[in-house]
T-cell receptor, first 113, second 112 residues
Framework: DAGVTQSPTHLIKTRGQQVTLRCSPK?????VSWYQQALGQGPQFIFQ???????QRGNFPDRFSGHQFPNYSSELNVNALLLGDSALYLC????????????FGNGTRLTVT | DAKTTQPTSMDCAEGRAANLPCNHS???????VYWYRQIHSQGPQYIIH???NNETNEMASLIITEDRKSSTLILPHATLRDTAVYYC?????????????FGSGTQLTVLP
């Protein structure tokens, strides 16, 4: 039973470019959330997708956008990259809106130069 | 979600119990206490959660005070692989508010 998988594991981009990160949720999960973790800090919530719609959003600009596909996988897109976007991007999956805990992937390390 | 306060760092001898405290004095009646940990270079890992009763699973025990203003995560026999940042989070469990609000956590170092 595969857990949450994210790709790529590492990525280097230049300021102003655009990036797409991908996530496959744990088998049986239908809800995907994305978090940004800067070095030395706790993860910060970006947004959550359920039934292919963005359900909640954290305090991130609209340069950050996402998508959820019918198979529950998800993408995170970041446009017009800034140096400050360098971080570990974590995907977490869960089952619906119940009490089930979130399962995290090991993240994508994005470096913006 | 209620704010939590945790010590920045703690050490524990291998084989001993690790007791990680968390204060959440503004917790509401419908908020649960969750614990996650993050081993270096990995994503956070769910450990345990509870509402008001003490909870135990194969990883740890969670002790919540009667007034629910604080809790303690107990790793009964810490190993070197338990070295990680431990996050205490309180949040409403049900409904659409599914995001976790992470603080800075406690860096637990298990010493040989």
């Amino acid at each position: 039973d595969a857990g949450v998988t994210q790709s790529p594991t590492h990525l280097i981009k230049t300021r102003g470019q655009q990036v797409t990160l991908r996530c496959s949720p744990k088998s049986g999960h239908d809800t995907v959330s994305w978090y940004q973790q800067a070095l030395g800090q706790g993860p910060q919530f970006i947004f959550q997708y359920y039934e292919e719609e963005e359900r909640q959003r954290g305090n991130f600009p609209d340069r950050f956008s996402g998508h959820q596909f019918p198979n529950y996988s998800s993408e995170l897109n970041v446009n017009a990259l800034l140096l400050g976007d360098s971080a570990l991007y974590l995907c977490a999956s869960s089952l619906g809106h119940n009490n089930s805990p979130l399962h995290f992937g090991n993240g994508t390390r994005l470096t913006v130069t | 979600d209620a704010k939590t306060t945790q010590p920045t760092s703690m050490d524990c001898a291998e084989g001993r119990a690790a007791n990680l405290p968390c204060n959440h004095s503004t917790i509401s009646g419908n908020e649960y206490v969750y614990w996650y940990r993050q081993i270096h270079s990995q994503g956070p890992q769910y450990i345990i959660h509870g509402l008001k009763n003490n909870e135990t699973n194969e990883m740890a025990s969670l002790i919540i005070t009667e007034d629910r203003k604080s809790s303690t995560l107990i790793l009964p026999h810490a190993t070197l692989r338990d070295t990680a940042v431990y996050y205490c989070i309180v949040r409403v469990a049900w409904g659409s508010a599914r995001q976790l609000t992470f603080g800075s956590g406690t860096q637990l170092t298990v010493l040989p």
